[in-house]
């Protein structure tokens, strides 16, 4: 309240009662202002905004004990402090104002030194009450700034893990030349799918991160068998294989959800829905979901990217073979949700597989 006057509504029906407190408040160096009723007190209050109520009884409209109560009830207006001024004595009076919320009582004829005393005791609690308010709109802005600072580094965290888990999911085929886009490609077709059949944001989340390491047990398949171009050996195909394991141990034992997720995928997304696929055979709703998604996208990126032992598959191709395998090689209701999102496909296929590759994010 510096610099400026301290503001008292005096809420009266009787004319003669508002005057001679008003004479008595304009000396001390208040502002005064006028209601004839509560209602009255209701309309004018947010917009003079008094430091403290002055409040009679009985007036018509609107009582006193139904104005306070309002007052009360009200967050814009509770913390403003009230003073019953009556003629009424009685016990039960008080404690009926008591029970709407009045702070003090001053009874008429009142005296100018009592008032004078009450009036500043309540403005230092009504001053407290501000300073509080004020305090605490300070500290919800500034934590709101410190929240909004934490997501944006928390971001730039998740954006970091993100980058990082493609880095190193690319030294696993690190002599494949598409292979960073490769993984872009998995990582958003897979996200697409969990979103399309309803998986939660979590879900989503895990998906993106943990996608791009479906092929991580690949570094530990020896390059005479991972860039071999023609077709491999029932040896070589059984040393093959042994990248789902390999990439299940790596990821073993993680606390991280992504992680734990990343091990389902790299052991499981070359398991087949009628259990002819590795290592374990699984089939049906055996295979986790998220194991039966990368199944179908990698599949997928596989057939429409050229590789050193056959060229690329249009989209149209590549589909007519993921048609004719469904239900056997994959989970056929993954297979509907993949061609009912095409266009979304290909407009990934198209921005992940520009010879200038895009950036990670």
Same mark, same amino acid.
């Not at 530990?220 to 990248?243: A, C, S, T, V």
């Not at 589909?319 to 989970?331: C, N």
């Given at each position: 309240?510096?610099?400026?006057?301290?503001?008292?509504?005096?809420?009266?029906?009787?004319?003669?009662?508002?005057?001679?407190?008003?004479?008595?408040?304009?000396?001390?160096?208040?502002?005064?202002?006028?209601?004839?009723?509560?209602?009255?007190?209701?309309?004018?209050?947010?917009?003079?905004?008094?430091?403290?109520?002055?409040?009679?009884?009985?007036?018509?409209?609107?009582?006193?004990? =139904? !104005?306070?109560?309002?007052?009360?009830?009200?967050?814009?207006?509770?913390? %403003?402090? @009230?003073?019953?001024?009556?003629? #009424? /004595?009685?016990?039960?009076?008080?404690?009926?104002?008591?029970?709407?919320?009045?702070?003090?009582?001053?009874?008429?004829?009142?005296?100018?030194?009592?008032?004078?005393?009450?009036?500043?005791?309540?403005?230092?609690?009504?001053?407290?009450?501000?300073?509080?308010?004020?305090?605490?709109?300070?500290?919800?802005?500034?934590?709101?700034?410190?929240?909004?600072?934490?997501?944006?580094?928390?971001?730039?965290?998740?954006?970091?893990?993100?980058?990082?888990?493609?880095?190193?999911?690319?030294?696993?085929?690190?002599?494949?030349?598409?292979?960073?886009?490769?993984?872009?490609?998995?990582?958003?077709?897979?996200?697409?799918?969990?979103?399309?059949?309803?998986?939660?944001?979590?879900?989503? =989340? !895990?998906?993106?991160?943990?996608?791009?390491?479906?092929?991580?047990?690949? %570094?530990? @398949?020896?390059?005479?068998?991972? #860039? /071999?171009?023609?077709?491999?050996?029932?040896?070589?195909?059984?040393?093959?294989?042994?990248?789902?394991?390999?990439?299940?141990?790596?990821?073993?034992?993680?606390?991280?959800?992504?992680?734990?997720?990343?091990?389902?995928?790299?052991?499981?997304?070359?398991?087949?829905?009628?259990?002819?696929?590795?290592?374990?055979?699984?089939?049906?709703?055996?295979?986790?979901?998220?194991?039966?998604?990368?199944?179908?996208?990698?599949?997928?990126?596989?057939?429409?990217?050229?590789?050193?032992?056959?060229?690329?598959?249009?989209?149209?191709?590549?589909?007519?073979?993921?048609?004719?395998?469904?239900?056997?090689?994959?989970?056929?209701?993954?297979?509907?949700?993949?061609?009912?999102?095409?266009?979304?496909?290909?407009?990934?296929?198209?921005?992940?597989?520009?010879?200038?590759?895009?950036? @990670?994010?």
């Amino acid at each position: 309240m510096k610099n400026k006057k301290p503001k008292i509504m005096i809420v009266d029906d009787e004319d003669r009662n508002r005057r001679l407190l008003e004479a008595i408040l304009i000396p001390f160096g208040y502002d005064v202002i006028m209601a004839n009723n509560g209602k009255e007190a209701l309309d004018r209050v947010l917009v003079n905004k008094p430091d403290v109520i002055l409040l009679d009884i009985m007036m018509p409209v609107m009582d006193g004990f =139904e !104005a306070a109560r309002r007052l009360k009830d009200d967050e814009k207006t509770r913390i %403003i402090p @009230i003073v019953m001024v009556t003629a #009424l /004595k009685d016990v039960e009076s008080r404690v009926k104002a008591l029970e709407v919320g009045v702070d003090d009582f001053l009874n008429k004829p009142v005296d100018k030194l009592e008032l004078r005393a009450r009036i500043k005791s309540l403005l230092k609690v009504k001053a407290y009450y501000d300073h509080m308010c004020d305090y605490q709109r300070e500290l919800e802005v500034e934590i709101a700034k410190r929240t909004a600072e934490l997501k944006k580094a928390y971001e730039k965290i998740k954006d970091a893990s993100l980058e990082t888990i493609y880095r190193l999911s690319r030294a696993a085929e690190y002599k494949d030349e598409d292979t960073g886009k490769h993984l872009l490609r998995i990582s958003q077709y897979s996200t697409a799918i969990a979103r399309k059949i309803g998986m939660d944001n979590s879900f989503l =989340e !895990a998906m993106l991160y943990a996608s791009p390491m479906h092929d991580v047990g690949k %570094i530990g @398949i020896p390059d005479r068998i991972l #860039l /071999k171009p023609g077709k491999l050996e029932p040896e070589e195909w059984k040393i093959m294989k042994r990248h789902t394991i390999i990439g299940g141990e790596i990821l073993e034992g993680s606390d991280a959800e992504f992680i734990k997720l990343a091990r389902i995928i790299a052991l499981t997304h070359h398991e087949k829905w009628d259990g002819s696929g590795y290592p374990e055979g699984l089939k049906k709703d055996e295979i986790p979901i998220a194991g039966r998604i990368i199944s179908i996208v990698d599949v997928f990126d596989a057939l429409t990217t050229r590789r050193p032992y056959k060229e690329a598959f249009s989209f149209e191709s590549a589909s007519k073979i993921i048609l004719e395998k469904r239900g056997y090689h994959f989970d056929p209701d993954i297979a509907d949700v993949f061609f009912s999102i095409k266009d979304q496909i290909l407009d990934i296929k198209l921005k992940f597989t520009n010879k200038k590759t895009p950036p @990670i994010f």
